[in-house]
């Protein structure tokens, strides 16, 4: 059984940092997509940065030179490193793996497939 675990989120003043991290267990092939993703109230489902079995990355605009995202050896675990965060950033942030078709946040961020964690929240203040 495929678990997704989340941890990190906070309240943190704008241009602050966090680092979230996802713990992965029970993967049935190594070499699915893995990224995070993240939802405001009131919005759709965003993606924010995705990355390959390869370690080829996929940020979206809105992220890009502020949020880092990496992954261990074993994909066991996954983390993002956001800095400068602004309150635009306020979301609940998911941790995903797995979804059908190409390693991107544009994908993913649309599928209904892959594995979901139950997501950490973070508020960023002006």
């Known amino acids: 059984q495929v678990q997704l675990m989340e941890s990190g989120g906070d309240s943190v003043q704008s241009g602050g940092s966090l680092r979230l991290s996802c713990a992965a267990s029970?993967?049935?092939?190594?070499?699915?997509?893995m990224g995070w993703f993240r939802q405001a109230p009131g919005k759709e489902r965003e993606g924010v940065a995705a990355?390959?079995?390869?370690?080829?990355?996929n940020y979206a605009d809105s992220v890009k030179g502020r949020f880092t995202i990496s992954q261990n050896n074993a994909r066991t675990t996954l983390d993002l490193q956001m800095n400068n965060l602004q309150p635009g950033d306020t979301a609940m942030y998911y941790c995903?793996?797995?979804?059908?078709?190409?390693?991107?946040?544009?994908?993913?961020?649309?599928?209904?497939?892959?594995?979901w964690g139950q997501g950490t929240q973070v508020t960023v203040s002006s």
């Open positions: 990355i390959a079995s390869d370690g080829t990355t």
């Open positions: 029970g993967y049935p092939y190594a070499s699915y997509c």
């Open positions: 995903a793996a797995g979804w059908p078709g190409p390693c991107t946040v544009a994908v993913g961020e649309k599928s209904d497939g892959g594995y």
